[in-house]
């Protein structure tokens, strides 16, 4: 029955989002428009990324999931943790409750998953999630169904390119893989920004700064400051995804 009505109130709330871009002007996308998104829920996204992300006036959202191995607190952060970064400012997104693949999971396992972090972000005060991202870039055709039936229009795959507005799939939009590896030169971070233009936008997609749990995505202090200096210095508007839905896309 809880989820029942969790999934009328997605609608509603779906319902609200385009009742309110119909009678509002979207804006056109102008300028260098990055979008900041941090996955899995580490650590450090709360003690690291949070307060950084305040010092340079940055938005972000924070994809948040239970990924195997939640439990240690010294690795994800806590549901307490989470709230709190929604209190700062924050778009807290869904990234499925457990990470699985969602190429192999049925609809009504997606729809479980996706439910579950929705329902614990109604216990936490947290704002009702309005935008996805696929654990591993991994989806499919009946997973994406059942997010659009939940009221979810923007979700965020991979690719390491831009998205390009009126050809890119609001559904799919691509992001570009932030990892220390790439921070061994400057070419990566200032092409990836130089696609930041009109009509088109620049998402990255980290984790944690540092990643205690997987090294391989892992991208340290130092270097995501490095980015945050680069914005700052090429006049970014940096915002969380679900700001997108007041742009014409």
Not at 64 to 70: N, R
Not at 79 to 90: A, C, K, V
Not at 127 to 144: F, K, L, M, Q, R
């Amino acid at each position: 029955m809880r989820r029942l009505l969790m999934c009328a109130l997605t609608l509603v709330l779906a319902a609200g989002v385009s009742t309110l871009q119909a009678g509002k002007r979207l804006k056109r996308v102008k300028g260098p428009i990055v979008v900041l998104t941090f996955d899995d829920a580490t650590e450090s996204q709360r003690s690291v990324v949070g307060p950084l992300l305040k010092k340079y006036g940055f938005g972000a959202t924070f994809y948040v999931c239970e990924f195997p191995g939640f439990e240690d607190k010294t690795k994800y952060m806590t549901w307490e943790q989470i709230r709190e970064l929604s209190d700062m400012g924050f778009e807290i997104g869904n990234h499925s409750r457990s990470h699985g693949q969602m190429s192999r999971m049925s609809a009504e396992e997606v729809e479980a998953e996706t439910a579950y972090i929705e329902e614990k972000c109604a216990e936490y005060g947290i704002p009702h999630p309005v935008t996805y991202a696929y654990p591993g870039y991994d989806n499919s055709p009946e997973g994406i169904a059942v997010l659009q039936r939940m009221g979810y229009t923007l979700a965020r795959h991979g690719g390491d390119k831009p998205y390009m507005v009126g050809s890119s799939d609001k559904m799919l939009m691509p992001s570009y893989g932030v990892v220390d590896a790439r921070f061994e030169t400057d070419d990566f971070i200032r092409q990836a920004l130089d696609e930041a233009r009109d009509g088109q936008i620049v998402i990255f997609c980290l984790h944690g700064v540092p990643d205690l749990a997987h090294d391989f995505v892992s991208t340290s202090p130092e270097n995501f400051e490095k980015l945050l200096k680069e914005l700052k210095a090429r006049r970014c508007k940096v915002i969380a995804m679900r700001d997108l839905l007041k742009y014409d896309l």
